[in-house]
């Protein structure tokens, strides 16, 4: 392993997915760019994920079993980042699968790019065991309402950044309950800092609100099976090329402009209440007159 420009922390957090956690470590510990050190943040996590993560021998595995924290715990990121010192910071998912090259593709679009933060796409696995590369924030191009929805649609688990960049943005914002990952992102992108979007899949996401029911009826997480295809390059390039701009049926606009309402009726009211927290804890930062 080297050191230098290169070394990534990865931060995953956890709470309670002992059924989905070793499967996105794995796909952490097998990428391509291996210098990097994985931070298992345990949120309060229970005992059985907690048994999870401790069964994985790795030298780069670090275990941070915390106290819950308020929300979706970004205190204990925080805390974590703080104590970390590698140059580049990405983060992963405890139910998302990341591509083998995702690290080596962020990095290169990094120094290719001049970039303080690059961010890529997801493609869905929808229930019971069907690829999605169609998700409508992602193949919407039509202008600014498309590029604000693919911008509240980037997770975390795509993020790939300059440790400098906290210096300029701050960290995650721990007075909010959620939806932190795409304050940050839209932080950033609304700074100085120079940041690109990159139209390349680089990671599977599994939707807690599509999941979250469906796992008591699978024996074995399907993260197992999707772990298998990911590590092939001729599956990875299949489902770029799927997911490459272009014309789609009307079964597919259908399908996503269904997908956009079911996500506005869930999401709504806690979107809302995001806006709150976030207007209240700028306010609340602001350095007095």
């Known amino acids: 392993m080297t050191t230098g420009a290169r070394r990534v922390d990865v931060l995953l957090p956890t709470h309670r997915r002992p059924h989905t956690v070793a499967h996105a470590i794995a796909a952490v510990l097998a990428q391509t760019h291996a210098d990097l050190t994985l ?3 345990g949120d309060g996590c229970d005992d059985a994920t907690a048994a999870v993560v401790a069964a994985i021998a790795d030298p780069r595995l670090r275990f941070h079993r915390l106290p819950k924290a308020r929300g979706f715990g970004y205190a204990n990121r925080n805390r974590v980042l703080q104590a970390s010192d590698a140059p580049v910071v990405a983060y992963a998912a405890d139910d998302d699968l990341w591509f083998p090259d995702h690290l080596a593709l962020g990095l290169a679009a990094l120094e290719r790019g ?8 997801s493609v869905h696995v929808q229930p019971p065991d069907r690829l999605d590369p169609h998700f409508f924030a992602f193949d919407w191009h039509a202008g600014q309402p498309s590029a604000f929805l693919r ?10 950044h300059r440790r400098r960049l906290f210096d300029r ?3 995650w914002n721990d007075a909010l309950l959620r939806f932190g990952d795409r304050e940050f992102f839209n932080r950033v992108r609304s700074s100085a ?19 979250d029911a469906e796992y008591a009826h699978h ?41 956009m309402a079911a996500f ?7 979107f809302a209440r995001f806006w709150y927290e976030r207007v209240r804890s700028d306010v609340h ?4 007159p």
């Open 219 to 259: 024996a074995v997480a399907p993260q197992a099976a999707w772990l298998a295809r990911v590590a092939d390059p001729a599956w990875r390039a299949a489902v770029r090329a799927a997911a490459a701009p272009g014309r789609r049926g009307l079964d597919v606009r259908r399908r996503q402009w269904a997908e």
């Open 193 to 211: 800092a120079a940041c690109a979007y990159r139209d390349e899949v680089t990671a599977l996401r599994f939707y807690a609100q599509h999941w």
């Open 169 to 171: 943005v701050g960290y």
């Open 39 to 41: 931070h298992v943040v």
């Open 285 to 288: 930062r602001r350095p007095p």
């Open 151 to 160: 911008h509240w649609f980037i997770g975390a688990g795509t993020l790939v």
């Open 264 to 270: 506005a009726r869930h999401s709504g009211p806690k």
């Open 114 to 121: 001049g970039l303080e933060l690059a961010a890529s796409r």
